[in-house]
């Protein structure tokens, strides 16, 4: 497997607070990308990075902020949570194959966050 | 970037061929199709991902059609421990990789 560390695993925090959850990688994999799973769906893209400093936004980016300031760690931020930002997070690595701009994924363990 | 639909449930006998479809008439050129699953409860967990050319390897074979517009996943013999939602998805030059909904796939005995 992969190492990818995701931190932490469970949070319990107050709306309103700023959390920040970490991804770790071993792999000095080129992409990193950070995904929210609600009940009943399957992941949603937040943000997710092509490189050192290169981030872009995803499908439900709003509330959500990230930074990549080295290969191995991809941060996310939430500035100040609210209860719609209760969800499972995972992150997801990889790398180019060839011919393929995004090769075999790898995935953390994921990041309990709740928001009360 | 392309948009995939997928059946929400399927069913499949123990050892028979598992054949989940997608759809995703909207991809571009450079769009390579993905797959991956999540059983219950655990985490996701990558399966394959193809452009044109059918794809296999240890977990299933990925058929595109020549179009591009649809694509089968493929479990040659499926167990009661390929019972999971499966879901695919599209990356291209921009990297971006979403996913769509996904298919719950119950493997009965």
């Known amino acids: 497997d992969a190492g990818i560390t995701q931190s932490p695993r469970h949070k319990v925090t107050e709306t309103g607070t700023p959390v920040t959850l970490r991804c770790h990688q071993t792999?000095?994999?080129?992409?990193m990308y950070w995904y929210r799973q609600d009940p009943g769906h399957g992941l949603r893209l937040i943000h997710y990075?092509?490189?050192?400093?290169?981030?872009d936004k995803g499908e439900v980016s709003d509330g959500y902020s990230v930074s990549r300031s080295k290969t191995e760690d991809f941060l996310l931020t939430l500035e100040s949570a609210t209860s719609s930002q209760t969800s499972v997070y995972f992150c997801?690595?990889?790398?180019?194959?060839?011919?393929?701009?995004?090769?075999?994924?790898?995935f953390g363990e994921g990041s309990w966050l709740t928001v009360v | 970037d392309a948009k995939t639909t997928q059946p929400p449930s399927m069913d499949c006998a123990e050892g028979r061929a598992a054949n989940l479809p997608c759809n995703h008439s909207?991809?571009?050129?450079?769009?390579?199709v993905y797959w991956y699953r999540q059983i219950h409860s655990q985490g996701p967990q990558y399966i394959i991902h193809?452009?044109?050319?059918?794809e296999t390897n240890e977990m299933a074979s990925l058929i595109i059609t020549e179009d591009r517009k649809s694509s089968t996943l493929i479990l040659p013999h499926a167990t009661l421990r390929d019972t999971a939602v499966y879901y695919c998805?599209?990356?291209?030059?921009?990297?971006?990789?979403?996913w769509g909904l996904g298919t719950s796939l119950a493997v009965n005995p």
């Open positions: 997801a690595i990889s790398e180019p194959s060839p011919g393929a701009y995004v090769g075999t994924i790898y």
């Open positions: 792999e000095n994999h080129r992409y």
């Open positions: 990075s092509y490189g050192v400093k290169d981030t």
């Open positions: 909207t991809i571009s050129g450079n769009e390579y």
């Open positions: 193809g452009l044109k050319n059918n």
């Open positions: 998805g599209g990356a291209g030059n921009n990297r971006k990789l979403i």
